[in-house]
């Protein structure tokens, strides 16, 4: 019998609305949501390809456990015993910091991963938390931190009603957008124009999104902190900052200015090759615009002047008055957030709190770099046997991560894993990361699975609320991930065996305790074990989410306000619930100790001698900088069939100026080199990228033995990672150099002098 289920794709950050065919319990077609109140019926080809992606016959459906070496099918019990077994001894001997956890990207496309790593690293108690934030957006966290004091604050750009677009470092009509949750962004992109706005997008690589636009700038990779300050300059030289009813909510606005004084369009355009009078009508166009935004990402971020240039974002933001207003960069609310409070001085940020061991880097919102993990596996103790402290981390729980090709020197942290006393992996692939497993975790295909946007909803265009439940039932032998997670958290705290559904009632508990216990609350006074029983859902899970609705700013408050959201409410509108556009949020957003925006935190001032360095940094000959592919995602969606092959391949882009310079040509092998080591990729000669930049994926290099990708090892690629050695940070945020490092390019097949490695 065939039937239609509607389903949240998890694929991307755009969370479209998918409605699935399916036919037992196999689901044979995707197609988009006309009724989703948000996405309206988009789909990409990932979203289309739903049905291959789930039934991929490379998925584990059991979990799989180590034995004399070798990884075998067990059961659930015995994969939990066998948790249990491996990681309790190493606290005991270590301390929880040889714990290590690592959570990787789809943490924030599975209900799972939102509701229960925050109680397993409160039950563990590490300091050992690595995330692909910090080869990501870390940046954007800190500075959000510093001005706003709430790293989770994060200004999306009002897509659908500014006039005036910014564009630094982002593809979205390749990524489908990134904090930024916009469903069709190439369609919002051009109703912005359409309706005579303006898009300039700055990228080394005329990309599809830059073809769309206004205006392109091929920037030098690396240098939009020093574009962005000098768009900064001009504001204060012509007198064109305006922060208007933001006013009286900034401070430190003259000391910006003040900083960045000398920073002129003459002063950066060498550097950037952009000409000065292009960034002084940039500057005019944005304070003269009705409204603006300025919106940078993973090119902007993964730098080495990441989070200035983050920052710096911001500051423009505020400076021509768009910070929080409709048409400029605006902070959205999302239903399951915190309702808004009484303005006033909140508790702040703080970097650094603690540092790595082996490296000293400081922790940003409580993770260490990413790129460090390694070291801190393979760095023995300063002091052999002191105990506590300095022990490196010998165990490691990893929840959907690949950091073996997502991370730096993948060749490092690959050797250090196989050295680990016990690793655990939840991952629903045998891949390179994973291989290196005593555990392997599988979650069920994301058909059996419920979903829910915490992340996303809060990165989103437009305040809407939608979830969707399984849409077929779990099949035998499967175990949902939030279940997985739970048993997870039981395993690794003293708790094996204990029922999974403890995990979601203590943090019920403490969540309506806490809630009960706070004056500003609409719950305040009353009884959390009659809340507790008010909560509706069919499992641990769903009444968690009931709870969070419902203490939540559209909430009924548990009664207090009959007409409000309730996880009973929303199941009754399989399509979403739309909650209208953005509405400004200052100052009750704010939760720095001022209560205002800071524009210009201490931390920022002491990185700014950085900016001045790369004034004069002489440029490198030739640099890296990635790319994505529309129908590719990261590192784990080259095993699905549909999206693999025509363009989407693991080729260095090269401008036909370098190719000619450096003897390469189209569809030749070349040798990449740089400080982390080499790889053999194929050529593909094209205008796309300026001179003096290549451009190679990530995600790629699926030729090392002991996985079970069938279709990603046909066409194995080469991992761009491996030509970083995990030396290259953006300081303040520990986040690592992606875009823009140094590198060398020579033909494959020339002497063996011309290629050194
Ligand atoms: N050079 C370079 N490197 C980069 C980037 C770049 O632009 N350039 N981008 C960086 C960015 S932005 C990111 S976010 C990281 C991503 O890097 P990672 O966080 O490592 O994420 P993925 O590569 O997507 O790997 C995700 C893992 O999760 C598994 N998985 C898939 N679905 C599920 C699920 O439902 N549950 C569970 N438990 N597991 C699942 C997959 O099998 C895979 O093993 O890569 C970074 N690395
Ligand atoms: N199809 C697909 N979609 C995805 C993903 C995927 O792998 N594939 N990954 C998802 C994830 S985890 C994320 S974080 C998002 C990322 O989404 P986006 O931030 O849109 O990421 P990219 O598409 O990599 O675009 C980054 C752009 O920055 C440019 N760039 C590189 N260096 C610099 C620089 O120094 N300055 C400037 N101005 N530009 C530079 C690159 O040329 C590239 O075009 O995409 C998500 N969506
Ligand atoms: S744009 Fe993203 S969320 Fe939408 S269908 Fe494609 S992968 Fe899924
Ligand atoms: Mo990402």
Known sequence: MTRTAPRICPFCEA?????????????????????????KGFLCPKGAAFGAADADPDRLARPLVRR???????????????????????????????????LGNPNVHTMAGALYPPVLLGGLGTRSLFTASTVDQMPKHVSSGLLFGDALAVPVPDL????????????????????????????????????????????????????????????????????????????????????????GHVTGVADVGAALRDVTPEAVADACDVPAATIRTLAREL??????????????????????????????????????????????????????????PGRGFALGRWRSRVGGHPEAKGELPLAAL?????????VPDSGLGDSPIRALVVVAANPVLSAPDGDRLDKALASLDFMVSVDP???????????????????????YDFAFNALAVR??????????????????????????????????????????????????????????????????????????????????????????PYGDGFGADPDGLTLARLLEHPHGIDLGPLAPRVPEVLKTRSGRIELFPEPIAADLPRLARALDAAPAALVLVG?????????????????????????????????????????????????????AVAVEVTDTVRPGVVSLPHGWGHDRPGTRLGVAGEDPGANVNQLLDGSLLDPLSGTAVLNGFPVTVAPLAAAPAATPS
């Open 429 to 451: 692939y045998l891949n390179e990361t994973s291989r290196h497993a005593h555990v392997v975790l599988p979650p069920p295909p994301p058909a059996q699975s419920p979903h």
């Open 627 to 679: 790319r994505r592919h529309l129908r590719s995602n990261n590192s784990w969606m080259h095993n699905v069939r549909p999206l693999t092959g025509g363009t989407n391949r693991c080729t260095l882009h090269v401008h036909p100026e370098d190719a000619d310079r450096l003897g390469l040509a189209d569809g030749a092998a070349a040798r990449v080199t740089a400080a982390g080591g080499g790889l």
């Open 463 to 552: 305040n809407q609320v939608r979830y969707t439940r399984a849409a077929v039932p779990l099949q035998d032998g499967r175990m949902a991930e939030t279940e997985i997670l739970a048993r997870l958290v039981l395993a690794a705290t003293g708790a094996h065996g204990a029922d999974p559904a403890t995990v979601d009632a203590l943090v019920v508990d403490s969540t309506l305790g806490k809630a009960v216990a706070d004056p500003g609350a609409r719950v305040h006074g009353r009884d959390p074990r009659e809340l507790a029983a008010l909560l509706t859902g069919e499992s641990g899970p769903e009444r968690r989410l009931d709870m969070m609705l419902r203490l939540g």
């Open 160 to 247: 659908d009603r500014t006039d005036h677009l910014l564009m630094l470092g982002a593809n979205p009509l390749d990524s489908n957008g990134s904090l930024c949750t916009a469903p069709d962004f190439p369609g919002r992109l051009k109703a912005l124009r359409a309706r005579g706005g303006t898009l300039t997008v700055v990228d080394p690589r005329r990309t599809r999104t830059a073809r769309l636009a206004d205006r392109h700038l091929a920037i030098r990779p690396g240098t939009d902190a020093l574009l962005l300050a000098a768009l900064v300059q001009v504001l204060f030289a012509e007198g064109r900052v305006d922060p208007g009813r933001l006013a």
């Open 15 to 39: 969370t479209c609305g998918l409605t699935l065919t399916v036919e037992g319990a196999r689901v044979t077609g995707a197609r988009g949501d006309a009724d989703d109140v948000f996405s």
């Open 68 to 102: 004399g070496g070798r990884l075998v099918e067990a059961g659930w019990d015995e994969a939990f015993d066998a948790v249990a077994a491996g990681l309790r001894p190493v606290v005991d001997r270590y301390g929880p910091g040889a714990v290590g956890v690592v």
């Open 287 to 344: 304070a003269d615009a009705p409204t603006a935004a300025v919106y940078g990402r993973v090119g902007a971020s993964t730098v080495s002047l990441g989070t200035l240039t983050c920052w710096l974002v911001d500051v423009l933001n505020v400076l021509t008055g768009n910070l929080d207003r409709p048409g400029g960069a605006m902070f959205p609310l999302s239903a399951t957030g915190r309702a808004p409070r009484p303005a006033g």
């Open 374 to 382: 390694a070291e801190e596996i393979d760095t023995p103790p300063r």
